[in-house]
């Protein structure tokens, strides 16, 4: 397994870009998939993207497609979400999981590891 923390939340308006980070510990950190989840208050979480342990291959959620962009750094043992065009339904827990490579996948029970998560805030 490997240790998660979140980085870089915080409140902007709708239309600002937000960067949050996440910085993993242990050796195996390019062994993983990496992804984003994200939950707002009284809803379930939800997945928001993943990225192959290569870097090559990116999925999105459709709420997020095209204005969110997920990227890693493995030398760094770092995975980061750029988001832009933020919108106030974009409020939420985000956080960051790990899951051993095994293809791309969005399903939660997949991801053995997760940070604390990070809030982001937007608003209208």
């Known amino acids: 397994q490997v240790q998660l923390v979140e980085s870089g939340g915080g409140l902007v308006q709708a239309g600002d870009s937000l960067r949050v980070s996440c910085a993993a510990s242990?050796?195996?950190?390019?062994?993983?998939?990496m992804g984003w989840f994200r939950q707002a208050p009284g809803k379930e979480r939800e997945f928001v993207a993943t990225?192959?342990?290569?870097?090559?291959?990116?999925y999105y959620a459709d709420s997020v497609k095209g204005r969110f962009t997920i990227s890693r750094d493995n030398a760094k043992k770092s995975v980061f979400l750029q988001m832009n065009s933020l919108k106030p339904e974009d409020t939420a827990v985000y956080y960051c999981?790990?899951?051993?490579?095994?293809?791309?996948?969005?399903?939660?029970?997949?991801?053995?590891?997760w940070g604390q998560g990070t809030q982001v805030t937007v608003s209208s």
């Open positions: 999981a790990a899951g051993p490579w095994r293809g791309l996948s969005i399903d939660p029970a997949n991801f053995g590891s």
């Open positions: 242990g050796r195996t950190f390019r062994n993983y998939a």
């Open positions: 990225i192959s342990w290569s870097g090559d291959t990116t």
